[in-house]
């Protein structure tokens, strides 16, 4: 029989071939806007910020200024540094990016997607922080080491509050895949609930993990307050421009993950899917940006506190659905 004289009969044919297109297309989005977003959302935040203080600030697109302007320049090595310090930028974008191909943008499913990548996802973000500590140290310095001492503190405060937002969008949805897991709907009267909770969780883990204010400051050059900022102060040229995009790469991807948790969309047309996750983007960044600009800098001894407060409303959220 005739190709296509099956495809006519059955439509099996054209049907598997749209999808194909389809998806091909979705992870070409994907992928451009992991790639090309993330500094973008710097450049929404320090505007907002701007704006609040009555200033004009830097331009929007100054991020990728800085960041081309590193890959063009030579790095500067110490003597007393090994491999280690060479490996931590590179580690932690690759890791950075391979964590963006798990997480799922809008409506939309990621690449890559199995069961249980949700574990995959936490232990690669967790890797660029063992290797961007494991670099400070590799100096030798005791300023660098008194930052990545505080940096792993932190970290362990705020990795329980997402593995119990894990495991609580887990038994919600039923699987162990972020895909599944942040484009379900669910059906369940405590679901409201547990949104509440799930995003003021997540919210502080985002502050948190990507060192904004009220628990870090990514400007501040005072050294007894520098948490992540006195890690990378060795770090020269592109090595610098890595750790830079790598570290506004995470910041995306905590917003992707907090805007499928608080604000699930489902316009029903991937185009429009499209556009409102890069609305809804743009807004966390703002959102971020009103934070900073409302909050004062916390106390090194309050971080701890509004980290477990992050947790222990994760862990609420937990116990609702396991209720």
């Keep these: 029989m005739d190709v296509s004289?099956?495809?006519?009969?059955?439509?099996?044919?054209?049907?598997?071939?749209?999808?194909?297109?389809?998806?091909v297309t979705t992870f070409i989005i994907h992928g451009l806007l992991v790639i090309l977003m993330p500094p973008l959302l710097l450049g929404?935040?320090?505007?907002?910020?701007?704006?609040?203080?009555?200033?004009?600030?830097?331009?929007?697109l100054q991020p990728y200024h800085d960041i081309l302007k590193l890959l063009r320049k030579d790095a500067v090595y110490s003597r007393t540094?090994?491999?280690?310090?060479?490996a931590g930028p590179v580690v932690t974008l690759a890791a950075t990016a391979v964590a963006a191909l798990l997480v799922p943008l809008g409506n939309h499913s990621a690449p890559v997607a199995f069961s249980g990548d949700m574990l995959l996802f936490a232990y690669l973000l967790g890797l660029t922080r063992f290797f961007t500590t494991l670099a400070a140290l590799d100096t030798g310095s005791s300023f660098e080491g008194m930052g990545?001492?505080?940096?792993?503190?932190?970290?362990?405060?705020?990795?329980?509050?997402?593995?119990?937002?894990?495991?609580?969008?887990?038994?919600?949805?039923?699987?162990?895949?972020?895909?599944?897991m942040l484009t379900f709907s669910s059906p369940s009267a405590w679901a409201g609930a547990v949104t509440v909770l799930l995003t003021?969780?997540?919210?502080?883990?985002?502050?948190?993990?990507?060192?904004r204010i009220p628990f870090d400051d990514p400007n501040t050059?005072?050294?007894?307050?520098?948490?992540?900022?006195?890690m990378v102060l060795d770090h020269s040229g592109p090595a610098f421009g890595f750790i830079l995009y790598a570290s506004a790469m995470k910041l995306f991807l905590f917003a992707a993950v907090f805007l499928n948790v608080a604000l699930p969309f489902r316009t029903g047309h991937p185009a429009l899917d499209w556009l409102?996750?890069?609305?809804?983007?743009?807004?966390?960044?703002?959102?971020?940006?009103?934070?900073?600009?409302?909050?004062?800098?916390?106390?090194?001894t309050q971080i701890p506190l509004m980290l477990i407060t992050a947790t222990v409303l994760s862990a609420f959220s937990t116990l609702l659905i396991f209720r």
């Design 81 to 86: 540094t090994s491999w280690v310090f060479t």
């Design 5 to 23: 004289d099956t495809s006519r009969d059955t439509g099996w044919i054209p049907s598997t071939h749209i999808r194909g297109k389809r998806l």
């Design 200 to 211: 003021a969780a997540l919210f502080i883990v985002l502050l948190s993990e990507n060192c």
């Design 148 to 180: 990545a001492a505080r940096e792993v503190t932190y970290s362990c405060l705020a990795e329980p509050a997402l593995f119990f937002a894990l495991v609580t969008l887990a038994k919600m949805s039923g699987s162990l895949s972020l895909t599944r």
């Design 276 to 300: 409102v996750f890069v609305a809804g983007m743009l807004a966390i960044a703002v959102a971020v940006g009103v934070t900073e600009s409302v909050m004062a800098r916390l106390r090194l």
């Design 221 to 230: 050059h005072l050294e007894l307050t520098m948490v992540h900022e006195v």
């Design 44 to 60: 929404v935040i320090t505007k907002t910020k701007a704006a609040f203080a009555g200033r004009e600030g830097a331009p929007w």
